[in-house]
């Protein structure tokens, strides 16, 4: 059931966006912004920024009490690892979500299968702050570590937002309404490679 309302949701919300790495190229109406100062060699100043940018944009864009699917894919050659992921462990309130499970082999490796959690909750469910910060280390000789591709569909204002390491994250929409706000606001966190592609969205 779980499956199907979701389905549903997307289907209407992002029929034109496909929910995958890398985000940002895969919508029409999208941030791409920039979490660490590739200038900054002392990692805690560096790693600092990071959680501070990736957090500062979360919480600009979701309340405490907005709807989200929390969509989580793991890549494994296992074929016996189906189990819940240290996300749902650590990282949530399962008691108060809805959880289903698919597993589907990758398109090029038959022996490689993704694993996909989709979790219906509310932001109040998470732990949000430590999980955007195991994200973010997923690179660096810090635990807690997430390797996982973690989604975080806001169903209120219709965003996707998806921090993909400590280098940046990806925030998309179906509609400009939902992310001017973030451009303009954060527009001097904007990752300047996509600076101009970004630009000619939000000044048509």
Wanted: glycine content about 2%; charged content about 30%; proline content about 2%.
């Amino acid at each position: 059931m779980l499956n199907q309302d979701f389905t549903n949701h997307i289907g209407k919300m992002f029929r034109d966006i496909d929910i995958c790495k890398p985000l940002f190229y895969n919508a029409n109406i999208g941030l791409r912004f920039e979490l660490g100062n590739p200038d900054v060699v002392y990692e805690p100043d560096y790693m600092k920024q990071v959680y501070y940018r990736a957090i500062t944009l979360f919480e600009e864009l979701h309340t405490i009490n907005d709807d989200i699917y929390l969509v989580i894919r793991i890549h494994k050659d296992s074929s016996n690892y189906y189990k819940s992921t240290q996300i749902l462990k650590k990282y949530t309130n399962i008691k108060n979500m809805k959880i289903t499970g698919t597993v589907k082999p990758l398109e090029d490796d038959e022996n490689s299968k993704t694993y996909e959690f989709i979790a219906k909750c509310k932001i109040s469910d998470l732990r949000y702050k430590a999980l955007l910060k195991a994200i973010s280390n997923q690179d660096m000789d810090i635990k807690a570590q997430i390797h996982d591709e973690c989604y975080f569909i806001n169903i209120e204002n219709q965003t996707i937002f998806h921090l993909y390491d400590d280098r940046g994250v990806d925030i998309v929409s179906n509609n400009y309404t939902s992310l001017k706000d973030l451009y303009y606001k954060y527009n001097n966190w904007i990752l300047d490679y996509d600076r101009n592609r970004i630009d000619s969205i939000f000044n048509k």
